[in-house]
Nanobody, 118 residues
Framework: QVQLVESGGGLVPPGGSLRLSCAASRNIFSFAAMGWYRQAPGKQRELVATITTSGITNYADSVKGRFTGSRDISKNTVYLQMNELKPEDTAVYYC????????????WGQGTQVTVSS
């Protein structure tokens, strides 16, 4: 069973920064991609950023230029650096790991709350 453990959420004023971490219980190359999704109250879960096995990153239009995904292979950990945070970034952020086999279900972390408010 794969475990994804997130950390780094919290309360930050508009314009501030946070860095989220997601530590996987096994080698991150065992996944086709890892990434971050978020869900705000009353809204559907949406993609924020992904990073593939080859290191290619992809971002939602709403966070391009402000958020940066990265990874530390030696620690089996992916990160999401969030800068210039806006109130509309407030949500629960979930780490995601997609298996190589398309018929397998994705793995999810427990979620970490990010609140952007003055």
């Amino acid at each position: 069973q794969v475990q994804l453990v997130e950390s780094g959420g919290g309360l930050v004023p508009p314009g501030g920064s946070l860095r989220l971490s997601c530590a996987a219980s096994r080698n991150i190359f065992s996944f086709a991609a890892m990434g971050w999704y978020r869900q705000a109250p009353g809204k559907q879960r949406e993609l924020v950023a992904t990073i593939t096995t080859s290191g290619i990153t992809n971002y939602a239009d709403s966070v391009k230029g402000r958020f940066t995904g990265s990874r530390d292979i030696s620690k089996n950990t992916v990160y999401l650096q969030m800068n210039e945070l806006k109130p509309e970034d407030t949500a629960v952020y979930y780490c995601n790991a997609r298996p190589h086999l398309a018929t397998m279900l994705d793995y999810w972390g427990q979620g970490t709350q990010v609140t952007v408010s003055s």
